[in-house]
């Protein structure tokens, strides 16, 4: 059973967390943020400063942003080490060293959710510090899972996971618009054309999860052989699309380690 959850920084990630673990009744949630909110939800309370946050949590989850992270922890590292909570990051950039470096023997886990969380769709992967234990990471998971699935895996993979699933969205997102653009060109108002996308992409991902079949797979299955998806895959083809978008991934990991290095 989670106890106390501390969330320190309640923007669009913090708040997913902090309102699912308070919708589902998983512990009393208090979060501090250098702004006020308003959040009136069941079991979840801001607090005004950061000390009496870490002093009454069990679990701490720091979720500001990376460049403000090194300041936090050198002006809160001792009410860290006194209180000793399970320590969750989910900042891009900082390694879990970074902050066992500083938090002298709290226990550390690195959890890199995507923009989904605020949906409850997420893939979460998850970290594991020096000194977490296998239950640490079972409760992690718990906290995680109430905003989607979660992964384990190794940190050295943190940045070519977070190219794919973190920054995933993003590339989704950018692909859904090149098609809304040509549906508009080809007549459509914009409210019918973002409809018509939203259903493709909704359609597409709820069918390949309940067939369970490869992508490849799927994609022939809707291609006829001298029909429409197979004249517009051709151009897909010949305009090497597979090996742009395996760029694009390259390109956000490569950023991802140029990251981590700035802020290590």
Known sequence: MIENIGIIGFGNMGKAIGTALAALNKGKVCFYDIAPKTET????????????????????????????????????????????????????????????????????????????????????????????????????REIFNTVGKTALIDERSINKATAIAGCGPGFVYHIMNSIYQGAVKAGFDRETAKAMINQVFLGAAKLSVISGKDFGVLADEVTSRKGMTEAGRKVFKAKHLDKIIAAAIDAARKRGDEIAKIYS
Not at 55 to 64: C, E, G, H, M
Not at 81 to 109: C, M, S
């Open 41 to 140: 939800q069941r079991n979840l309370y801001q607090v005004k400063n950061p000390a009496e946050l870490i002093k009454n949590s069990d679990v701490t989850i720091l979720a500001i942003k990376p460049q403000d992270i090194k300041t936090f922890i050198e002006t809160h590292k001792n009410a860290f080490i006194a209180k000793k909570p399970l320590f969750i990051t989910i900042a891009a950039g900082l390694n879990i060293k970074f902050f066992e470096k500083h938090l002298t023997g709290v226990k550390v886990i690195r959890v890199m959710p995507n923009l989904a969380a605020r949906v409850g769709e997420s893939i979460s992967f998850i970290c594991k510090g020096r000194l977490a234990s296998a239950n640490d990471i079972g409760l992690a």
